[in-house]
């Protein structure tokens, strides 16, 4: 069996606008733990479990935009939790459940002209799931950002038709 890990979203010791607390090794080992950290949502970490991400089932994204966070579930379990940044003021994040529609490992906005790895298109409108820069506020145009650490392999583990809900 393997053991669930946190995963620093930069190397140790790099600015980010966040303060990781703890040593990686001294942090909790369980998904219901590490959400009860006082810290928590503020943590720039990402928590995996690597067992659960490579089991077959339901998949699906929820994105809590009060917290900046999202969870990937297979079959309602946490497989992963990490932190997003999503829109702001008249760009904010839609509210809703939604569908994958597209999936682009190289996308680039010829809207803001600017790459959006790993784009996960979720409306027509342009708004997607997609690595980017990640701060402790939502700040983005609308799309949720994620960090790689955790959109590389969410996007590997979700297809077009994956359902992804976002809630305040």
């Not at 659960?52 to 079959?75: A, K, W």
């Not at 010829?110 to 996960?120: E, G, R, T, V």
Request: glycine share 10%.
């Amino acid at each position: 069996m393997n053991e669930a890990a946190y995963i620093p979203s930069v190397p140790d010791g790099q600015f980010t606008g966040y303060k990781l607390q703890g040593v990686r090794a001294e942090l909790p080992q369980e998904h219901g733990a590490f959400t009860q950290l006082s810290t928590y949502p503020l943590t720039h970490s990402v928590w995996m479990s690597p067992e659960l991400m490579e089991r077959s089932g339901r998949r699906q994204v929820r994105i809590e935009l009060g917290r900046q966070r999202g969870y990937y579930l297979v079959d309602g379990e946490v497989a992963m939790d990490f932190p997003v940044c999503t829109g702001r003021g008249k760009k904010k994040t839609p509210t809703g459940t939604f569908s994958i529609k597209q999936k682009h490992i190289d996308h680039h906005s010829n809207l803001y002209d600017c790459p959006m790895p790993y784009f996960m298109r979720l409306t027509w409108g342009g708004i997607g799931m997609h690595v980017g820069d990640v701060y402790r506020s939502p700040a983005s145009h609308g799309c949720i950002r994620l960090p790689r650490v955790a959109c590389e392999p969410l996007y590997r583990a979700l297809s077009c038709g994956s359902k992804v809900q976002i809630v305040d």
